[in-house]
């Protein structure tokens, strides 16, 4: 018995997604309109990075980080209207010791997925989770740096979370694979409501590693890790999920249209620049790459660099498409949108 997609087209017994449905895809999240900036750099100091986007009691908010050339805090901002966002303050900051005195970049975990859904994020054991990248070396993403776990009684305040003492997932654990052995970098989790992997919870995380026999050092891919309780984890399959073998392919965010999933990540440097991809899945394991048109690339002076790091929503019949711009600005958050809502006053 065939299982009919959200695009009308029989779901195949196979994993691969087809071209028909990956181009209706395209076709139902492309943003082609630039808005512009909607979160400058607070100062000439410090570097705005990551958007994460949730919804809580008819309000919108990001979390985001700065980076002020020692390290990464996690802060919060508030919206009413997806455009215009007002700083709230800081979610984790740096600290004296411990091995994330210097790297918290700190991403949501367990918002809603569905494509035009609710967006809010899911309570476990009557917390709110974040994931984050942790590390105690003083730079830009400096050091051997892994994946932290934090937890928080109200996402919408900037409170200090409360964090684990120890990285959930590191390039030394006993069972690092070979594209994981170098360093781990952001994460993403998600609600596997159904359990079709088999676990309710499952990472996806952006790592470098090298192969035993490889030279160089090594390129970035997208891989995943599946758990029972959001404390405990472990890496899921031998492969990665996504690659190049070559460049960047990182920071996946999911979204759920129909009984198809959509991973929107950044790829940078397996061709000129870095810019906004996707991919498809029935199963959250096996993924089919689009292989046309960038949804995002850089296109204006405020992200003529590097227009990566997506965090992609439809609300109101809109798609929204937050993403960390640099160029003229400096690195900062910028959207693009499916419908023409004029220009950001920061874009000038």
Not at 7 to 27: C, H, L, N, W, Y
Not at 206 to 219: I, S
């Amino acid at each position: 018995m065939s299982v009919q997609c959200s695009f009308g087209q029989p779901k195949p017994s196979s994993a691969i997604v087809s071209s028909e449905t990956m181009q209706s895809v395209f076709d139902e999240v492309k943003t082609p309109f630039k808005y512009g900036i909607v979160l400058p750099q607070p100062d000439s100091g410090r570097m705005v990075d990551s958007p994460t986007i949730f919804r809580k009691e008819n309000n919108w908010y990001m979390t985001y980080i700065i980076f002020d050339g020692k390290g990464y805090e996690t802060w919060l901002a508030k919206s009413d209207d997806l455009l215009n966002w007002t700083t709230l303050g800081k979610l984790m900051s740096f600290a004296e010791t411990g091995w994330d005195a210097t790297q918290k970049a700190g991403y949501v975990a367990l918002v809603e997925t569905d494509w035009g859904g609710s967006y809010e994020a899911e309570k476990y054991k009557g917390h709110y989770w974040l994931s984050y990248l942790g590390g105690s070396e003083k730079g830009y993403e400096a050091g051997r740096l892994g994946v932290g776990i934090a937890t928080t009684n109200d996402l919408a305040k900037p409170i200090e979370t409360k964090r684990l003492s120890q990285p959930v997932l590191s390039a030394v654990d006993a069972d690092a694979r070979w594209y994981d052995n170098k360093t781990i970098y952001k994460s993403l989790i998600v609600r596997d409501k159904a359990q079709i992997t088999g676990y309710p919870f499952v990472m996806y995380y952006n790592a470098k590693g090298v192969k035993p026999d490889a030279k160089g050092n090594g390129f970035e891919t997208i891989a995943m890790a599946v758990s029972t309780n959001m404390t405990n984890w472990k890496r899921h399959g031998q492969q990665p999920l996504i690659t190049r073998q070559t460049g960047i392919c990182g920071d996946a965010q999911i979204t759920k249209i129909g009984d198809l999933y959509v991973m929107f990540y950044f790829g940078a440097f397996w061709k000129s620049d870095a810019f906004e991809r996707f991919a498809c899945s029935y199963d959250l394991v096996n993924w089919t790459d689009w292989q046309g048109d960038d949804l995002v690339s850089p296109s204006e002076p405020f992200d003529k660099t590097y227009a990566h790091k997506p965090w992609v929503i439809k609300w109101n019949g809109v798609v929204y498409h937050f993403y960390n711009a640099v160029g003229t600005k400096g690195r900062v958050i910028a959207l693009a949108t499916s419908k023409d809502l004029g220009k950001s006053r920061f874009s000038d």
